[in-house]
């Protein structure tokens, strides 16, 4: 029999996150795939675990999945955990699910923390639809046009930051997005300096120029989607009577193009140009 793969969640901050689920699974395993082992080592011995560990990153992530797999084959079950929050959310281990499941190993979530859905549930921002955008590009070219391509989305969006870049992103967003758009900033979330800031996002704009707490420690921003578009179908009158008048006959095509344009029936009976 095949092991299983289980996907744990650990805790983004306060350790008392971590679900009693989750400890119970990594106290079970054969092995624990972390991110950084010398950082998962200290959660662990903080709960009296001591699986063994090894390690996964981005830059070992593929050869190591085949790797993980044949054990997994072989029949030891495997945890994956990240040094924060949802394994495979801005961090490693899509390559050994996506493996583990194309063998057939059962793949297993064992959720809990994780910074994108604990900002967007208290950001007071629309829920029922949301676009998780992870972290925006770092070069202020690229990260602009990746803004410019979500100005029209009407979901909410997530994005994942690097402190220091809060006040360029911020900056950014106003200059792409409006002053007035909605946008909720949590920092330092379950941690002792738990903050969250909202207002426009002029208003945070302005905020992280001045207050150099705001752009301290970890941050989740949350920007309100559009407003709806109910723009017109734009329709070039002119236009339309002429392909009506091909099909029907002048009284219907007048009504026709009245109804869909606006204008007045009497100015559509002759198509323009006509003699
Ligand atoms: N896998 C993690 C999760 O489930 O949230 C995210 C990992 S990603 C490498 C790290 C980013 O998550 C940080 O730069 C920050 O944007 C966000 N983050 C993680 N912990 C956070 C916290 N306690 N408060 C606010 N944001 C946090």
């Not at 297993?108 to 900002?119: D, K, L, V, W, Y």
């Not at 925006?136 to 997530?158: C, D, F, H, N």
């Not at 150099?212 to 970890?218: C, L, N, V, Y």
């Not at 002119?238 to 219907?252: C, H, I, T």
Request: glycine share 6%; with cysteine; charged share 25%.
């Amino acid at each position: 029999m095949p092991g299983t793969l289980y996907v744990v969640a650990t805790p983004i901050g306060n350790l008392a996150d971590l679900t009693p689920r989750a400890r119970e699974v990594l106290a079970g395993v054969a092995l624990i795939a972390a991110e950084d082992t010398r950082h998962t080592r200290q959660l662990l011995q903080s709960c009296g675990i001591d699986t063994a560990l090894t390690s996964l990153h981005e830059h070992n992530e593929t050869q190591k999945s085949t790797e993980l797999v044949a054990r997994l084959a072989r029949g030891e079950s495997i945890a994956l955990v990240s040094d924060a929050g949802t394994p495979l959310v801005s961090d490693p281990g899509f390559d050994l699910v996506a493996a583990a499941r194309s063998q057939g190993i059962a793949v297993i979530a064992i959720p809990g923390a994780c910074a994108a859905i604990a900002a967007l549930s208290i950001a007071g921002l629309p829920t029922a639809r949301f676009v998780f955008e992870g972290f925006l590009p770092a070069k202020s070219g690229a990260r602009s046009e990746r803004l410019e391509q979500l100005v029209r989305e009407e979901r909410t969006l997530i994005f994942y930051e690097a402190p220091h870049r809060l006040v360029e992103v911020l900056r950014d967003m106003v200059r792409i997005f409006g002053a007035e758009r909605r946008a909720s900033i949590s920092r330092e979330l379950t941690k002792r300096f738990e903050t969250t800031y909202s207002g426009t996002l002029a208003q945070l704009s302005e905020a992280a120029e001045r207050d150099s707490d705001m752009t301290r420690g970890e941050i989740v921003i949350i920007v309100s989607g559009a407003p709806a578009t109910t723009e017109a179908l734009a329709i070039d009158s002119d236009k339309l009577l002429r392909v009506l008048r091909e099909e029907l006959p002048p009284s219907q095509a007048a009504k026709i193009a009245a109804r869909l344009t606006g204008r007045k029936r009497s100015e559509l009976y002759k198509v323009p140009g006509e003699k």
